[in-house]
C-alpha cells in the first residue's frame, strides 16, 4: 500500500503543474533557455490609472524647447546575465487619423494626426544592462513647424532577436502622438490641484514651468515623480515660491482674472 501512495503521489507532482500550465498559458508566458521581454502598459498616480504606453506629449508644456524625451520601461521575464543585452524595436506603419482635444474652456477641438517623419523622432538603441531586470527605450521627439496646426505620431514594437523573445503579447508596442498643442499634464491631477497650485490652464503652466526653470530645473521633476517618491515638504516649498512669483510679476489668466494659487 506504501508504494502505491508513493506512485499516486508522484503521478499528481508530475500531473498537477502541467494542468496549472496548461490553464494559464494565455496569461503567464512560459520560457526555456531564452529570457523575454516586455514594455511596461499602466500605472497609478495619485490614485488614478496611467497609461504608459500610448502617450501624448506637447511642446507648448514646454515653451522654448525644440526636442523633448519620452520613455518605456521593458521589464524582462527570465534570467539575469553580466554582460548587457541590446535588443531591437521596429516602427509602425501608420495611417493618418484624428486626435480629438478638451481644450481649457471645455470646447472640444479636432488635430489630424500625421505618422511622424524620421526627421520628427529619433529612438536611442535600447539595451538591458548587465545585472538589470528592466531597461529604458527613450524616443526624442523633434518639433517642427506642421506641429502649430497638426500632431503626428509614432509607434514601435519589440522583436525578438539574438538575447529575447517575446513576453505578454498585449504589451509588445508602445508610442507616442505629440504636437504644439495645449494639453494639462498627466501628474497635474485633482491632488495637485487641490493642494499645492489650482485649476490647470495653458497660462498658469507657461508661468510655472518659467518659475522652475529659473530657479531650479529640479523644481518640475518633483511634480513629475511618482506619488510614493515625492516629497509633501518640497511640494510645499516650490507652491509657495511659485505663488510668490506670480504674486510679484501681477500674472493673468487669459481672461485677465488673477491666477490663483490655493497653497497658504
Not at 482635444?101 to 472640444?108: F, Q, S
Not at 523644481?219 to 516629497?231: G, N, Q
Request: net charge negative.
Amino acid at each position: 500500500m506504501r508504494k502505491n501512495y508513493m506512485k499516486k503521489g508522484l503521478f499528481y507532482l508530475l500531473v498537477f503543474p502541467l494542468f496549472l500550465s496548461g490553464c494559464k498559458t494565455s496569461e503567464i508566458p512560459l520560457f526555456d533557455s531564452k529570457s523575454m521581454i516586455y514594455i511596461d502598459q499602466s500605472d497609478f498616480i495619485d490614485g488614478s490609472p496611467v497609461d504608459l504606453a500610448n502617450l501624448e506629449r506637447s511642446f507648448a508644456l514646454f515653451p522654448g524647447e525644440d526636442e523633448i524625451e519620452v520613455s518605456y520601461t521593458v521589464n524582462l521575464i527570465g534570467f539575469l546575465a553580466d554582460y548587457d543585452r541590446p535588443f531591437d524595436v521596429v516602427v509602425d506603419e501608420m495611417k493618418t487619423d484624428t486626435l480629438k482635444v478638451r481644450m481649457t474652456d471645455g470646447t472640444i477641438k479636432k488635430y489630424k494626426r500625421y505618422p511622424a517623419e524620421p526627421t520628427e523622432y529619433e529612438i536611442l538603441p535600447p539595451v538591458l544592462k548587465a545585472n538589470a531586470t528592466s531597461a529604458e527605450i527613450v524616443v526624442k521627439l523633434k518639433k517642427s513647424p506642421r506641429m502649430d496646426t497638426d500632431t503626428v505620431k509614432v509607434y514601435f514594437h519589440l522583436i525578438p532577436g539574438e538575447h529575447f523573445d517575446l513576453g505578454y503579447e498585449d504589451r509588445l508596442r508602445a508610442g507616442v502622438v505629440f504636437g504644439n498643442f495645449p494639453m494639462k499634464p498627466s501628474w497635474w491631477t485633482l491632488y495637485i490641484q487641490t493642494a499645492y497650485l489650482g485649476a490647470y490652464s495653458p497660462e498658469k503652466f507657461a508661468a510655472f514651468y518659467s518659475y522652475c526653470k529659473g530657479e531650479d530645473e529640479s523644481y518640475l521633476a518633483e511634480f513629475e515623480k511618482d506619488d510614493e517618491d515625492r516629497s509633501s515638504s518640497k511640494l510645499r516649498e516650490i507652491a509657495l515660491g511659485f505663488k510668490k512669483y506670480v504674486k510679484d510679476n501681477d500674472l493673468k489668466e487669459q481672461d485677465g482674472t488673477p491666477m490663483e494659487i490655493p497653497i497658504v
